[in-house]
């Protein structure tokens, strides 16, 4: 992973970043996010898979649209209010761009095979970048909360939005919830009285 670069053209590749997810994210959000994912983990390096997976589940919980709440929240961390202006701006320009072109011939497009056919080719990638990056938060959900917990909590969430259709923002902040418990809490519990830190803590101040 490339080392965060603000110190380079910040501007530049946020837009350029935003605009190629806003061109090629098919679908919404479900197909967006992946590619926002690579070009602020893998590409650019602003951010760490792990908080990139924190925000993600963080703007779930909020109203609005998934992807411009991402584009808004990387260009604040990258170059505050301007940064987050621009990158929203470039990724919802493609878009509402195609889509004033398009109007004026929606009734051909709308029955033609060609591009309904386009539709259905790109649809396996979108389900398989999906897929992966649905695999690496499990996995890393796992290895945080061990794997009783982590399975546990995945049936759980499964029941609770796709049995008893509860909101899933309601949901996120629940889980959010209970894993403030589990980090901040149990862990303390489970070092028991006393044993708050590591023999190392506090070296760094005392000297």
Not at 57 to 75: D, E, R, S, V
Not at 99 to 116: D, E, F, K, N, P
Not at 139 to 163: T, Y
């Amino acid at each position: 992973m490339r080392q965060a670069s603000r110190g380079r053209k910040p501007y530049y590749e946020l837009t350029s970043a935003m605009v190629k997810t806003g061109i090629l994210g098919y679908g919404g959000g479900p197909s967006v996010i992946p590619l926002i994912r690579y070009e602020a983990v893998n590409h650019y390096g602003w951010m760490e898979d792990e908080e990139f997976g924190e925000i993600l589940a963080l703007a779930n919980a909020l109203p609005g649209p998934i992807a411009t709440k991402i584009a808004a929240y990387l260009g604040y961390r990258q170059k505050g209010t301007l940064g987050a202006i621009v990158a929203v701006i470039a990724h919802i320009l493609p878009s509402s761009l195609a889509m004033i072109a398009l109007l004026s011939v929606v009734g051909y497009l709308s029955s033609s095979t060609v591009v309904q056919g386009m539709i259905a080719a790109v649809v396996p990638v979108v389900a398989v970048m999906i897929g992966l990056m649905a695999y690496e938060f499990a996995e890393r959900a796992v290895k945080g909360l061990g794997k009783l917990a982590g399975f546990g909590f995945f049936a759980l969430s499964l029941v609770m939005l796709e049995v008893i259709h509860i909101h899933a923002a309601i949901v996120i902040i629940a889980f959010l919830a209970y894993g403030a418990f589990h980090y901040k809490v149990v862990r303390r519990l489970r070092s028991g009285p006393g044993k708050r830190g590591t023999p190392d803590d506090g070296k760094e101040d005392r000297s």
